[in-house]
């Protein structure tokens, strides 16, 4: 058995041996057996690989464009400053509207609508906490918008059942459960996916105006402004990843 296998190895020993003679005599020795088979050294494929992945590294390349070279075209401080209030107003959403605890601040800004237009609860009523179990919100200086005000705390999100005594809006503090914790975190990717849609726009209102110069400016210079402009929508769009991320993860507990 052992002699079957070294006889199948011999013709491979018998190339490594012999390559180097007929390397340096520039004379190519012959195989004792030229019929045999050999399997290749490296594949083909993995060299392909590696430079396709080279060329998709260099395609994803940042671009960075002095904003001072471009400001007859668009303003790209002005653009960005547009996107970061994006993710200013979500920041802000989750902190007022998606507390887990609630407290009679998470209450102010709640919207209130009247006939004289629409404000937050906290400019219309005086809000207190009258025990850790209960808030009250004092409606006595506008009266007349005590009920649109109960009907905007019981529509709100954070599953609030108020009760009205004359112009008192008593408001009992929720428990926290497994389904106020669910439906907190919906509210929260709803949120967020609107956040992006106000990205979307900004976008498009940003891209429209660049394409406008191209009867001004060379075609690559419209395409690196583009680029830049991309870049500042991905860049917003996953800090709004990371708030939603934070925030689910908070909710949740």
């Not at 009250?136 to 609030?160: D, G, H, K, Q, Y």
Request: glycine content about 2%; proline content about 6%; hydrophobic content about 40%.
């Amino acid at each position: 058995m052992a002699l079957n296998h070294l006889n199948l190895l011999r013709p491979l020993l018998c190339r490594t041996l012999l390559r180097p003679l007929s390397a340096t005599s520039g004379v190519r020795a012959p195989l004792p057996y030229p019929n045999a088979t050999f399997l290749p050294a490296a594949c083909p494929k993995c060299y392909a690989t590696k430079k396709s992945k080279a060329k998709a590294k260099s395609q994803s390349a940042k671009v960075n464009i002095n904003s001072a070279l471009v400001e007859d075209i668009i303003s790209l401080g002005e653009v960005k400053a547009d996107m970061t209030a994006v993710l200013d107003a979500l920041k802000d959403d989750f902190t007022r509207s998606l507390s887990i605890r609630t407290s009679p601040g998470a209450l102010d800004h709640i919207v209130v609508t009247t006939q004289d237009g629409k404000f937050p609860l906290n400019q219309l009523g005086q809000i207190s906490m009258k025990s850790p179990q209960l808030i009250v919100v004092n409606m006595s200086s506008f009266p007349e918008a005590t009920a649109t005000a109960t009907r905007a705390l019981r529509e709100s999100a954070m599953n609030l059942n108020p009760e009205v005594d004359g112009t008192i809006i008593k408001v009992p503090v929720p428990k926290v459960t497994r389904e106020h914790r669910e439906n907190l975190v919906k509210l929260a990717k709803k949120c967020s996916n609107k956040a992006k849609e106000s990205l979307r726009k900004v976008r498009s209102q940003a891209v429209a105006q660049v394409k406008k110069s191209k009867e001004v400016h060379s075609e690559d210079t419209v395409w690196l402004v583009e680029k830049q402009v991309q870049q500042l929508v991905d860049s917003v769009t996953a800090d709004i990843d990371k708030q939603l991320e934070a925030k689910t993860k908070e909710i949740l507990g």
